[in-house]
């Protein structure tokens, strides 16, 4: 009796240093965060989620603007963790594709054109305090791509015109051709 007695809080020690060592996957370190399809990313302002990913030639009647480009459909879910409402816009997040030229990356098509589903996130809207939003964004990339990264930058208003950036998060994914 006396062995269990002392084993007891050894193992319940150890079970809680295990707990400490998790997933680090969603949050900032050293003013990068990264993860994978599925994976929250944690934020100064929200969290979000890339839940799913494909590739297509058309979405709802909207084909690539730009020759031997294809389309990226993400949907992705922002949720609102801070203490106030906050403005939000779809071109807070950009893709990255696997190209490393400086000019490897998009924003989605509304920066171009209107939206053209009513399942696409709003080009612009008001995120309320604890509000989870799903929809989708849509992507030009080029043909022949099939790994991405969708990325958010934190910005704050310090008063300059530039304000100061903060931690910059990326989720990495393939996407499959939709078939």
């Known amino acids: 009796m006396k062995r269990w007695s002392l084993l007891c809080p050894i193992a319940v020690l150890c079970l809680a240093l295990l707990a400490g ?3 680090k996957a969603g949050y900032a370190e050293d003013g990068y965060g ?4 599925g994976d929250t990313m944690h934020t100064y302002f929200f969290d979000y ?16 603007v730009q020759p031997d480009y294809q389309l990226l459909v993400a949907e992705v879910t922002v949720k609102n963790t801070g ?11 950009q893709v ?3 190209d490393t030229s400086e000019d490897a990356y998009d924003y989605p098509i509304t920066l171009y054109a209107d939206a053209v589903s009513d399942a696409q996130l709003p080009t612009e809207y008001e995120l309320a305090v604890n509000e989870e939003r799903t929809g989708l964004l849509v992507y030009e990339v ?12 934190e910005l704050f208003d310090d008063g300059t015109e530039e304000g100061e950036e903060g931690d910059l ?9 939709q078939a």
């Open 83 to 93: 203490r106030e409402s906050i403005p939000m816009y779809d071109t807070d997040f």
């Open 142 to 153: 080029p043909n022949g791509e099939k790994d991405f990264s969708i990325s958010y930058l």
């Open 21 to 23: 060592c998790g997933d």
């Open 34 to 37: 990264e993860g994978r399809m």
């Open 169 to 177: 998060f990326y989720v990495y994914f393939t996407a499959e051709e």
């Open 49 to 64: 989620t890339v839940n799913s990913a494909y590739l297509c030639g058309e979405f709802e009647g909207y084909a690539p």
């Open 96 to 98: 990255q594709w696997s």
